[in-house]
C-alpha cells in the first residue's frame, strides 16, 4: 500500500509540528509493510524519517504561514498543493493537522486528523476576522465530509468531533500522543546558558504553549500578580513564540498585563525554546500550568509530567484521565479555582511529591509506538474500506 503523507506542518514549531513530527516518525518505523511518500513545501524541513520519499512543491508562501490564523493561501498555492496530493498513484493520504488540508480529487482514501474544536467552541479566540471564520469553517466541513475516517487525538476531542463537528461516530477514532523521550527526569537539573542567561531562578511556575487568546495567560499573569507578594522567591516563566507567532496571539497585551501588574522582574518572558532548554526548564520548575478554554490533548502537560513536573490544568481537557493524581484540574476562567490550585502546589511539598511520581508514571504509560501502531491499523482498516 502506498500513503500520502501532507507534511506541510512538519517545520511548524508549535503542537501541529510536534505532533506531525513525532507520529510520523514512529509510523515509518512500525509499519515495514506500506510505502510512505510525504508532500512538503518551504524551505528547512529538519530530520526526516529514513526510508520515505520526500515530494516538494513550490509555493509562494509555506503553508505553515499561509494557513495560520491571519494567513491567505492564494490559488496557485491550493492548486500545486492539491495537484500534488491527488496523485492517483496512491492509496491513502493523510492530513495530520486539518489546518492544513486541500481538496484532494483522486480516489485515495482520505485521513485526516482533528486535535480539538476551538475554532467552532471559541472563534473569536481562535481566529481574527468574520472571513478567516467563514474560511476556516469552510476548510473544515469539506475535509470532513472528503474524509473516509476523522482521527482524534483523544477520546474527548473526538466526542468534540462528534458533538460538535457533527461527524459519524462510525468514522471517527482516537490516536493518542505522548511525551518525546527527550522529555524525562535529569538528575541534578541546572539551567542551561539561555535560561542563566534570562534570570530562570527560584521557585518556577510554568507556561508553555504560546499565546493564544484561548491559553487564558493573561488570567494566569493576574493570579500569579494576586499571589506574588506571599511567595518571594517564585517567578512566573512563559514559553512561546512573541512576535514570530503565525496563530493568533496576544502576546502584547500580555506583556502589557505583566508590566502593569508591578511583576518587574517576576516574570520571565522566554520565546520558543529548543527542547533542550524546555526539558531543563521542566526539571526545574515547580509546576506547569495550562489554564486553557479547552485542550484536545494538552501535550505540553504530559511532557511537564514525564520530566516530574506537577502540573494545573484545565478540565475542559482529556488531561485528567490521562494524568490523573499528577495534576489539580480547574474550571476555565476561574480565578479563584485557579488561585487556590496554585497555592495548594507553592505551599505544600509533599502534594508536589505526590504529584510528581504520579506523573511519571502517567507520561510512561503513553508512547507514540503505541500511537502509531494504532495509526497502522486504521489505514490498513480505511484502505479495505
Not at 506500506?34 to 508532500?39: K, M, W
Not at 480529487?105 to 481566529?127: G, N, Q, W
Not at 506571599?230 to 507567532?245: F, I, Q, S, T
Not at 482529556?318 to 502546589?345: F, N, Q
Request: net charge neutral.
Amino acid at each position: 500500500m502506498r500513503i500520502l503523507v501532507d507534511a506541510t506542518c512538519w517545520p511548524n514549531r508549535r503542537g501541529f509540528g510536534r505532533h506531525a513530527r513525532s507520529l510520523v516518525t514512529a509510523l515509518v518505523e512500525v509499519d515495514r509493510e506500506n510505502r510512505y511518500t510525504l508532500v512538503m513545501d518551504g524551505d528547512g524541513s529538519g530530520p526526516l524519517p529514513p526510508g520515505v520519499e520526500v515530494r516538494r512543491v513550490r509555493t509562494t508562501v509555506p503553508t505553515t504561514v499561509a494557513a495560520s490564523a491571519n494567513g491567505r493561501r492564494t490559488f496557485g498555492d491550493l492548486y500545486a498543493m492539491s495537484r500534488a496530493l491527488s496523485d492517483p498513484a496512491f492509496d491513502v493520504v493523510l492530513f495530520p493537522a486539518v489546518y492544513s488540508y486541500v481538496p484532494v480529487l483522486s480516489r485515495a482514501r482520505k485521513v485526516v486528523i482533528v486535535h480539538d474544536t476551538i475554532a467552532h467552541d471559541y472563534p473569536e479566540m481562535a481566529l481574527s476576522g468574520r472571513a478567516s471564520r467563514l474560511f476556516w469553517s469552510a476548510k473544515t466541513a469539506v475535509a470532513l465530509r472528503q474524509a473516509h475516517a476523522v482521527v482524534a487525538v483523544s477520546e474527548y476531542a473526538r466526542r468534540s468531533v462528534v458533538d460538535r463537528l457533527r461527524v459519524s461516530s462510525r468514522r471517527t477514532f482516537v490516536v493518542g500522543e505522548a511525551a518525546d523521550s527527550v522529555f524525562r527526569v535529569i538528575d541534578d537539573p541546572r539551567p542551561t546558558p539561555q535560561l542563566h542567561d534570562q534570570g530562570v531562578t527560584g521557585d518556577l511556575v510554568v507556561h508553555v504553549g504560546g499565546f493564544s487568546p484561548h491559553k487564558n495567560v493573561d488570567l494566569l499573569v493576574d493570579v500569579f500578580a494576586a499571589i506574588a507578594g506571599r511567595y518571594p522567591d517564585a517567578r512566573l516563566v512563559l514559553v512561546g513564540e512573541g512576535e514570530r507567532e503565525v496563530f493568533r496571539s496576544c502576546y502584547d497585551a500580555v506583556r502589557r498585563r505583566a508590566e502593569g501588574s508591578g511583576l518587574a522582574g517576576r516574570v520571565v518572558f522566554t520565546g520558543f525554546l529548543p527542547d533542550e532548554d524546555l526539558v531543563v526548564l521542566l526539571n526545574l520548575a515547580t509546576v506547569l500550568v495550562m489554564p486553557s478554554m479547552m485542550e484536545g490533548f494538552g501535550l505540553p502537560a504530559v511532557e511537564a509530567a514525564a520530566c516530574g513536573c506537577p502540573v494545573i490544568a484545565t478540565d475542559a481537557s482529556p488531561l485528567p484521565e490521562l494524568l490523573g493524581d499528577a495534576g489539580l484540574y480547574v474550571r476555565p476562567g476561574d480565578r479563584a479555582d485557579l488561585e487556590s490550585a496554585l497555592t495548594r502546589v507553592l505551599e505544600s511539598a509533599g502534594l508536589r511529591e505526590r504529584m510528581s511520581a504520579a506523573g511519571i508514571e502517567a507520561a510512561r504509560r503513553l508512547t507514540w509506538e503505541d500511537a502509531a501502531r494504532r495509526m497502522a491499523e486504521i489505514l490498513r482498516q480505511v484502505a479495505a474500506g
